[in-house]
């Protein structure tokens, strides 16, 4: 086996020497060896290199040149620390114009060889991080972007005395930084002795995931990033609270992150908790979403997320308390709002009863994850959502198995994704999501504004614009289809009659919204598009394409 592996790699040597060679594709079989010195590929400038052994490592290195400028670098077998090192010093040594380097090396244990370079983005690894790395990685002063992940602290460190981290003086300094990511494996201590070498606010963005041992960890950092980071304008908190109980009343929502709000620039607020024995670390309602809106008006992204994993769902045990006040909040005072992401109760009580929700056009997304819904009235929830944000589409960010979707992803994908669906609860919560995207399509098609239809000719231009015609000149056959697109002073007559046989008489709830039994809208639409399919493709398409080529 070991001499197959050799002869393997020996193999995908010699063949990327050939394929570096002028006129390669000419001769491909001529795979003689030449000089590695300038790299096979010497005008290669990024690179993603992933090396499981020391053997792949070695054919690795013959890639590298000088002219890289972003280099992607994992290297993953069992090596010691004198190993990583040198392996480090390799890059350095063959890529002196590297700007971003991302490298994965978990037994390296310092980066001083990294002075030499004048890095603009910077993501190391650690198997632990200690005060002096720390002062190594506020050396290098070019770098802008830093994302430091350690699987644990400095095993030196006790709880008492990391309890008061020393602030480091200014040659320590990360005022540099732009924008700092710290993921660690143990407590808060890492974050803490980070942000506390942030003096002059200079700081943008600031993302971190960590351990919550206790409430006087969290309560330390979020009265530690206002101090150090005024000016920030994108924050992300990932608190994970394995080793923490909640006392019984006791929650933490808002007012455990309340210092936060003193950083008056912030536009992305993004909060996840995730536990394996307690889904309910952090709960946040109505009132906490009144405070977030006051604290940033300007606020164009909100995730508040409980994660769950490898946990039983159980609606009794965790209900949402957002509900619709508390988006009616949002769009009110956040009206730059694009992406909101958290749990909700969507029932009907949850409705305002004082005041009428204000509208907010910008809202773009709106993902629904651990939501609760009465019954099956799905349509009823897309109403409402779309009459708080009429042009936000409906999506689901929902946590399975530690990985997070995307916010447009559809449900076959996820399916495909994640084949081993067994939880039922999130089968349940994603149907919700799916269900309510689709009502929300068909409302925003019943709701939204006429507008022309463009030909565009094959040079790309668009002069050519059908305009709605005059219901005199439609064949009675599709006359009620396309009164939609009338004149203004007809216009609330003729969408009567169009709505008219198209779908099922309309009722008002107490509130005012027309609803419709769940499903007969689109039955009728169905039914009614396929009644006038073959008269709607002669009068859409085939005459206007025959006026067309008329003119």
């Excluded at 790299?39 to 000088?66: I, M, N, T, W």
């Excluded at 098609?445 to 000149?473: F, I, K, R, Y």
């Excluded at 008002?508 to 169905?526: I, N, Q, T, V, Y």
């Amino acid at each position: 086996m070991y001499d197959l592996t050799n002869r393997a790699i020996d193999s995908a040597k010699r063949l990327l020497q050939a394929l570096s060679r002028p006129g390669a594709w000419e001769s491909i079989t001529d795979v003689a060896p030449r000089s590695t010195t300038l790299g096979l590929f010497p005008k290669l400038r990024l690179l993603r290199l992933q090396c499981y052994s020391a053997a792949h490592f070695e054919l690795g290195k013959q890639v590298l040149c000088d002219c890289l400028i972003s280099l992607e670098v994992t290297l993953e077998w069992d090596m010691s620390p004198e190993e990583a090192e040198a392996a480090m010093d390799t890059i350095v040594e063959r890529c002196p114009n590297l700007r971003h380097l991302d490298a994965r090396l978990w037994q390296l244990q310092s980066v001083k060889m990294l002075r030499r370079l004048k890095l603009w983005t910077l993501a190391i690894s650690y198997p632990f991080i200690t005060e002096a790395e720390i002062d190594v990685l506020a050396s290098l002063k070019t770098v802008r972007h830093l994302s430091v992940l350690a699987e644990s602290d400095d095993p030196q460190i006790t709880f008492k005395t990391a309890e008061h981290p020393i602030a480091s003086d200014q040659n320590g300094s990360l005022d540099h930084l732009e924008s700092l990511i710290i993921r660690t494996g143990d407590s808060l201590y890492l974050c803490l002795i980070m942000i506390r070498r942030l003096q002059e606010h200079k700081l943008r963005n600031l993302h971190i995931d960590a351990e919550c041992i206790d409430d006087r960890w969290v309560r330390a950092c979020v009265e530690a990033i206002p101090e150090h980071c005024r000016r920030l304008t994108s924050l992300y908190l990932h608190l994970r609270t394995q080793n923490s109980e909640l006392k019984p009343g006791e929650q933490r929502n808002w007012y455990t992150v309340e210092p936060l709000g003193r950083c008056r620039d912030i536009t992305s607020f993004q909060f996840t908790s995730s536990s394996k024995e307690d889904c309910t670390a952090f709960t946040w309602d109505d009132a906490d979403l009144a405070a977030i809106s006051q604290a940033w008006p300007r606020l164009d992204k909100l995730r508040l997320i409980t994660l769950l994993n490898e946990y039983e769902y159980d609606v009794e045990r965790y209900k949402p308390r957002i509900t619709w006040r508390g988006l009616a909040t949002l769009s009110k005072n956040c009206p730059r709002l694009k992406l909101v992401q958290l749990e909700f109760d969507a029932t009907e009580s949850g409705w305002p009863q004082d005041e009428v929700p204000v509208p907010a056009e910008d809202m773009e997304m709106f993902c629904l994850a651990w939501s609760r819904v009465d019954g099956s009235d799905y349509e009823a929830v897309a109403r409402r959502i779309n009459y708080i944000w009429p042009n936000a589409s409906v999506g689901w960010g929902l946590w399975y198995g530690g990985q997070l979707e995307l916010p447009n992803d559809h449900s076959e994908d996820i399916v495909n994704r994640f084949p081993q669906l067994e939880d039922k609860s999130y089968q349940e919560a994603l149907k919700v999501a799916f269900a309510i995207s689709h009502y929300l399509h068909y409302v925003k098609q019943e709701n939204g504004p006429h507008h022309p239809v463009q030909l565009v000719d094959c040079d790309g231009s668009s002069d050519n614009t059908l305009q709605p015609q005059a219901p005199e000149n439609i064949p009675a056959d599709t006359e009620h289809i396309f009164s939609l697109s009338t004149t203004e002073q007809n216009e609330t007559s003729t969408h009567e009659d169009a709505l008219d046989g198209l779908t099922p008489s309309l009722r008002s709830d107490e509130h005012g919204f027309e609803l419709r039994r769940p499903g007969d809208a689109l039955s009728k639409l169905w039914s009614c598009m396929a009644l006038q399919t073959a008269a709607a493709m002669e009068h859409f398409v085939v005459q206007v394409l025959r006026n067309t080529r008329a003119l």
